[in-house]
């Protein structure tokens, strides 16, 4: 019985004859993740998540919208910019395309539902007279 992690796992390169290549597929796998956190903690159970954490600051979590709105409304802005510079931005040549195939699809569904719109008039009134 074969194996399929071992070909995409590099048993090609240990002398197997096969033409597999390793692809990586830019995800995570949660087995390996567990795998390697055990490996260097010892344990499954001692794993962080964010999502699970709990505020350290009692007083924090129950504050909600309270404070100062102006330091609150530059940090929502400041937060807002730290974002965008994450954004990998098309460029021209991109944003031509990306244009050009949105509105090819729009002339193309507006013509589609014209020509449906025209079809049902004319069949409702052939059908009452």
Do not use: C
Request: charged content about 25%; overall charge positive.
């Amino acid at each position: 019985m074969v194996d399929e992690r071992d070909t995409r796992h590099g048993a090609a390169d240990e002398g197997d004859d096969t033409n597999a290549v390793a692809r990586p597929s830019g995800k995570r796998s949660t087995r390996r993740t567990r795998t390697s956190q055990a490996e260097t903690t010892g344990s499954i159970a001692t794993v962080d998540r964010p999502s699970l954490k709990k505020t350290s600051k009692p007083a924090e979590a129950g504050r909600g919208g309270t404070g100062n709105p102006f330091k609150r409304l530059l940090k929502f802005l400041k937060e807002v910019i730290a974002e965008l510079r994450k954004v990998i931005w098309p460029n021209r040549k991109q944003m031509v395309t990306y244009t050009s195939v949105v509105l090819v699809f729009v002339i193309f569904m507006v013509s589609f539902i014209a020509g449906v719109d025209v079809a049902f008039i004319k069949g409702v009134s052939w059908l009452f007279g």
